[in-house]
């Protein structure tokens, strides 16, 4: 563990195993017989960010993968629009909405939408991480959050990234995994002791912009030495817009014609397909009795004129995947 990809197609071709993908758009195999569990310690690293977020899960000797993910930033500008067209609403109404004073949500512990979307990410990977791989601890780069001098407001509820992440620690050990904490300057220092360096071009698609420091903090516990692969999965988030009763500008004739939603046709948005033309895609929206369906690895959308019947369902993904591979001795592709 891991296996070989010959090793993979082999186990295939005899029946003894059948693909799976995941989530994360990472194709594994499921053995079909029984056999005894001999798992190394698999530890995953995580190098939190504004933008782009470094990923590694790393064991005593070989590392399983490496990966980089987008942060989703989208959730701000979606929650001042909607507060902007339901005060636009309410205006055109002749009624007005009774005061709430009491509300009944106010006891609630509360994170902002946009902190809680940023790491109920980062839970939602580690999950599916959890469902191909034994992992057995995580280890995270601690952020500091600044507090203000005479704001007693500010310091008082802290940072919205304070509170955001002491919900993901939390999150982690109830997934049943220890958590370990580093210091940026601990970072470095291992860094420094693996002789890896850090590319100081963030959103470069390359093991040296993120994954490094999450490769370094996970084999500080499992006690790798050196990273075999440095192959990277670059994870996009696939937003699928919620279901509208009408867009937000009327066409012609002052028309608002419905818009989003979560299914096409029967399908679920985001559901991987295979096209007898196109490949493999995924779903997109809908029209005339037709979807859209969008490139696997950048998200561009490839046609709006498919028929469901020319579709062959593969699984159910929640991230665009595009596969960048390395220098490393093992892996020759995400397969």
């Known amino acids: 563990m891991p296996t070989t990809p010959k090793r993979a197609r082999l186990l295939l071709k005899q029946g003894k195993a059948r693909p799976y993908w995941n989530k994360l758009g990472i194709f594994c195999i499921i053995l079909m017989y029984d056999v005894q569990p001999d798992n190394q310690q698999l530890v995953v690293g995580i190098d939190p960010g504004s933008s782009f977020e470094g990923w590694s899960v790393v064991g005593t000797k070989e590392t399983a993968l490496n990966g980089m ?12 629009t909607r507060r902007t067209m339901r005060r636009a609403r309410r205006h055109r109404k002749c009624w007005r909405r009774p005061a709430r004073f009491n509300n009944r949500l106010s006891d609630r512990k509360f994170i902002p939408p946009s902190t809680f979307a940023r790491w109920n990410a980062k839970i939602r990977i580690i999950e599916q991480l959890q469902k191909i791989l034994p992992i057995t601890d995580v280890v995270v780069e601690d952020v500091a959050a600044v507090s203000k001098k005479n704001c007693r407001r500010w310091n008082k509820n802290f940072s919205p990234l304070e509170v955001g992440k002491r919900w993901f620690y939390t999150a982690i050990r109830a997934l049943g995994l220890d958590l370990y904490l580093r210091t940026g300057y601990e ?11 850090k590319s100081s071009q963030k959103d470069k698609k390359t093991f040296s912009s993120h994954a490094v420091d999450a490769w370094v903090m996970a084999a500080d516990i499992s006690g790798a030495e050196h990273p075999p692969e440095i ?16 867009r937000f500008q009327p066409e012609k004739g002052g028309i608002r014609k419905p818009y989003g939603g979560t299914r096409s046709m029967g399908l679920t948005r985001g559901t991987l397909v295979h096209h007898i033309k196109y490949g493999l895609t995924y779903i997109g929206g809908t029209l005339k009795n037709r979807v859209s369906l969008h490139s696997y690895g950048t998200g561009k959308r490839v046609t709006q004129n498919a028929r469901i019947e020319d579709c062959t369902i593969q699984t159910r993904i929640a991230w665009r995947t595009e596969w960048y591979a390395g220098t490393g001795r093992r892996h020759s592709s995400p397969a």
């Open 69 to 80: 993910s987008e942060a989703p930033k989208h959730v701000t500008n979606a929650v001042e």
């Open 187 to 197: 970072t470095k220092e291992l860094r420094d002791r693996f002789g890896l360096k």
């Open 231 to 246: 192959g990277l999965y670059y994870w996009t988030p696939i937003r699928v817009h919620r279901r509208q009763l009408h």
